[in-house]
Structures are given as structure tokens and as C-alpha cells.
């Protein structure tokens, strides 16, 4: 028994080593009521806790979620999707996080990264990934302003799931096995300023230099995504079905 939860220990070690973007580095944490009051209440958001194969285990809170273990760098394994928004011309929207952002603030992103709630019923269901694109729908309401009649959850393309892990600046950090949406579609924006600091649409051919003249560091997910995945479906907007694996979640 305790060798197998030895290498249980080095195993989520190994992973959370291996997918970190983030420079290891441990900062004393900030009392959470020292933090801007909408994200330390939205701390208390209950994400659906899930296993290495996105099996729901349990919830957590947001915060127990994302708390880095002080001594093995851990963090909790939940749910997450990642939205990248195109608009008619193939342009993609490029989001600044807020500063009031507790976990990875002022860091550039995909247009949406978020949770499916515990506490909301609809946002648990898995067929079709209904509870996902639910949860994108008012995320998407929430952080970009944009109305829900303007986006329904079928018009988001699910492509994959992603394993990854990164103990940020030691304090909150991520472990998530992130849904991927693409939606391509012109919608109306209205960004929520708590939540996002500046939006921009990036042309294909832009992309790489926009990321090395960003005045600020990328999240680790869209790091990530972008160095293995991003470019290819990009280039495949129109084809998308062909890099669809539902079945399997890619571990970089």
C-alpha cells in the first residue's frame, strides 16, 4: 500500500514538473480578504473534482482547487474549458486577464477559460459535453459581456480534452483537464473589467509576433495549447471534424 501511494506521489510530481510553464518559485500567500472582493467571492465557486480519466469524483471549492500543496506543489485535479473565438474573417480574440485576477493576473489568453459549476445541475451533465458548453455559454456572458441569445451551446465545436499542470507562483496554480471549444462567429463584446483589462483580434501570420512584443507572460494552458495544438487547427477552421478525439485526453 505504501509503495503504491509513493508512486502515485511521483507520478502527479512528475506531471506537474513535466506540463509547468511557470518558473517554480513559492510566494507567501495573500490573505483572501485582501483580494479584490468579486474574485475572492467567486473563490467559493464549486468545481467538479475528477480523476486522471475526467471521471467526477466529488466538488471543491475554487480556491481548494487551485491552492498549490506547499510541500509536494500538488493541486487539486477538476474540470475546466478552454473557449478560442474567431471571428468571421479567421481572426482570433486575444484576452489580457485582470489584475484583480487571483490566480494568474495580467497574463494574456484565449478568449475564455473557466469551470462548469458543482452547484449548477445542468453545467454536471457530460452527454455531448452539454454541462461544458453550458458553463462556456455564461462564462462567456460574464468576462467578454457577450449576450447569451447570441451564442448557443451547439454552435461551439468540441475538439479535445488536455491533461496539464502548473504550480504557478506556488501559491495558485492549475491541474485541469481542460475541454477545448473553437466557435467562429461574430458577436457583440462588452468585457467585463474585473475580469479582462483589453481584448484584441490576432491574424494568423500575427500570432507569433504579437506573443514575443505581449508586455506581459501567456497562461500556461494557452502556452501550452498554442505550442502543440493551436496553430493547426487555426489553419483548419473549415475542417475541424478531422481533429476531433472525444475519446482520448492528450498529455503533453
Not at 471543491?60 to 477538476?78: E, F, G, I, N, Y
Not at 471549444?181 to 484584441?200: A, I, Y
Request: glycine share 4%; net charge neutral.
Amino acid at each position: 500500500m505504501l509503495a503504491s501511494r509513493l508512486n502515485h506521489l511521483t507520478s502527479r510530481l512528475q506531471l506537474l514538473r513535466r506540463c509547468s510553464t511557470t518558473p517554480g518559485r513559492q510566494q507567501k500567500e495573500k490573505p483572501v480578504g485582501l483580494h479584490d472582493p468579486l474574485q475572492a467571492n467567486a473563490l467559493k465557486e464549486q468545481c467538479i473534482v475528477v480523476d486522471e480519466n475526467d471521471r467526477a469524483i466529488g466538488s471543491a471549492s475554487k480556491a481548494d482547487c487551485h491552492r498549490v500543496h506547499p510541500q509536494t506543489r500538488d493541486v487539486k485535479l477538476h474540470r475546466a474549458f478552454s473557449v478560442f473565438l474567431f471571428n468571421a474573417k479567421g481572426e482570433m480574440l486575444v484576452q489580457r486577464r485582470s489584475v484583480h485576477k487571483i490566480t494568474f493576473p495580467n497574463t494574456y489568453t484565449n478568449a475564455c477559460c473557466s469551470h462548469p459549476l458543482h452547484e449548477i445541475e445542468q453545467e454536471r451533465r457530460e452527454s455531448n459535453a452539454l454541462g461544458i458548453r453550458l458553463a462556456a455559454q455564461r462564462r462567456l456572458n460574464y468576462e467578454l459581456g457577450i449576450p447569451t441569445d447570441e451564442i448557443q451551446p451547439e454552435d461551439f465545436h468540441y475538439l479535445t480534452r488536455i491533461h496539464y499542470a502548473d504550480a504557478g507562483d506556488g501559491v495558485w496554480g492549475e491541474h485541469e483537464i481542460d475541454y477545448i471549444l473553437f466557435l467562429q462567429k461574430d458577436v457583440t463584446l462588452r468585457p467585463n473589467s474585473n475580469e479582462v483589462s483589453e481584448v484584441r483580434f490576432l491574424k494568423r501570420d500575427e500570432i507569433d509576433d504579437a506573443v514575443s512584443n505581449f508586455s506581459a507572460p501567456l497562461t500556461p494552458w494557452f502556452s501550452l495549447i498554442l505550442r502543440h495544438r493551436l496553430k493547426q487547427w487555426w489553419d483548419n477552421l473549415n475542417g475541424l471534424k478531422q481533429f476531433e478525439d472525444l475519446k482520448n485526453i492528450q498529455r503533453f
